[in-house]
């Protein structure tokens, strides 16, 4: 059974396996949090050797002042969330360490409570769910290579669709970040290999194409001349992204800028009226140079769609590793442009570790999270003038971060 290391951005899969709330703790927290508030924000404290710590969860009315990290809910140190609406889904700890459910809460203008329990296998990797409909939610399990047909009204999984035949040298494909467009659902397939890096046999991009309206797979389909792999981080849902001329974008993540001899990382794309890739659209960035770095990216650890063919990212610098990838600051703000293919950083961003490199589109600004090494929290871009402040300060680590629309 593979293990999976996902939640640090800096190690090619990080340490989810590592328990840090006991079911005791999370049932002696309160599970309705007081307050007009509706900002979701996921604190992190990492122990010394960044392996495990403690994850809260809260919510605010708004990015002021200093959050305080000692107030929320206990979650699994990085475990993924989702969020549609009004509906909070926070999943488990990986391995079989607490308890192997996901917990669903309800955000109101007085608090988040917990409303929901959706039980699941132990060790299936579940790090995320992609609405597919009102009544028709995927729930992607890392572990074992299937998607669970999740019914969202009474939290029964009523089917699966089973990947395991697309394994590449094992049964499981790794269903990592999928998207919809024209009535059909483009699931990325990470494919992981020895070591949690990719095949050295098997260099390129899988994408699973499946039709809602059935839960069958169409096919598969996949680059293999862009030289790009491993595309989307489950943790990542906005690693996939449609534009406005309705072309799909995979950001590539490559060997997590630990191999020097190969600093693959990029972009693959899926034209309009499309099923299948087209190399020619497809950029390697790690050629190319940052406007205010002197060094260049070896991997995309994030990415957020903000429009006209803008992207705002974190990519991170093998230069920056440092001796524990756990605590490193490696991952560097930038604003990439896929049409004139040019990348700069974002300054008044500091650079950050794994645990802080949120991006989140709000009102026409964006919002990253930062853990820096002389200050930390969160941070506002303004694409119109390309500037960037901090709006909020933190002790801890901002792991997930979430605008309520009221």
């Not at 009315?61 to 959050?67: D, P, Q, T």
């Not at 995320?128 to 009544?135: G, L, P, R």
């Amino acid at each position: 059974m593979k293990k999976h290391l996902f939640n640090l951005a800096t190690v090619a899969l990080f340490a989810l396996l590592v328990p840090t709330t006991s079911c005791k703790q999370k049932k002696e927290e309160e599970k309705k949090l007081e307050g007009n508030e509706r900002v979701l924000i996921e604190t992190v404290i990492k122990n010394p050797d960044g392996k495990s710590g403690k994850a809260l969860l809260q919510q605010i009315n708004k990015l002021e002042g200093e959050i305080d990290v000692t107030k929320g809910t206990p979650v699994g140190y990085g475990s993924g969330i989702s969020v549609f609406d009004n509906d909070i889904f926070v999943f488990p700890e990986m391995g079989v360490a607490g308890e192997q459910a996901i917990l669903k809460y309800t955000s109101s203008k007085e608090g988040i409570q917990e409303t929901g329990k959706i039980h699941i296998a132990p060790n299936s990797g579940a790090y995320n769910v992609f609405k597919v409909s009102e009544d028709k939610y995927y729930i992607h399990n890392y572990m074992i290579g299937t998607l669970s047909i999740l019914n969202p009204k009474t939290l029964k999984i009523e089917g699966e669709i089973d990947l395991k035949q697309y394994g590449h040298s094992d049964t499981n494909p790794d269903p990592a970040v999928g998207i919809l467009r024209d009535g059909l659902f483009y699931l990325s397939l990470n494919q992981v290999g020895p070591n949690w890096m990719p095949y050295p046999d098997y260099q390129q991009v899988d994408v699973a194409v499946i039709d809602p309206k059935t839960d069958k797979v169409l096919k598969v389909i996949s680059d293999k001349k862009s030289n790009l792999f491993f595309a989307t981080r489950p943790i990542h849902k906005d690693m996939a992204f449609v534009n406005e001329q309705g072309d799909i974008y995979l950001a590539c993540v490559g060997y997590f800028g630990f191999n020097p001899q190969a600093r693959n990382n990029g972009f693959v794309c899926i034209p309009k009226g499309k099923q299948e890739f087209d190399s020619s659209r497809s950029w390697d960035i790690q050629n190319t140079p940052i406007e205010g770095l002197e060094y260049k990216s070896s991997t995309i650890f994030n990415t957020l769609y903000i429009g006209n063919n803008k992207v705002v990212a974190y990519v991170g610098i093998l230069e920056m590793n440092g001796d524990n990838p756990f605590t490193a600051r490696n991952a560097v703000a930038v604003l990439i442009d896929l049409s004139a293919k040019t990348i700069k950083k974002i300054e008044g961003i500091p650079t950050t570790d794994g645990f802080s490199q949120e991006i989140v589109l709000h009102k026409g600004k964006v919002y990253l999270s930062a853990f820096g090494e002389k200050e930390a929290g969160i941070y506002e871009f303004d694409p119109k003038t390309n500037k960037a402040k901090q709006v909020m300060k933190s002790t801890a680590g901002i792991y997930f971060m979430h605008f309520f629309n009221d």
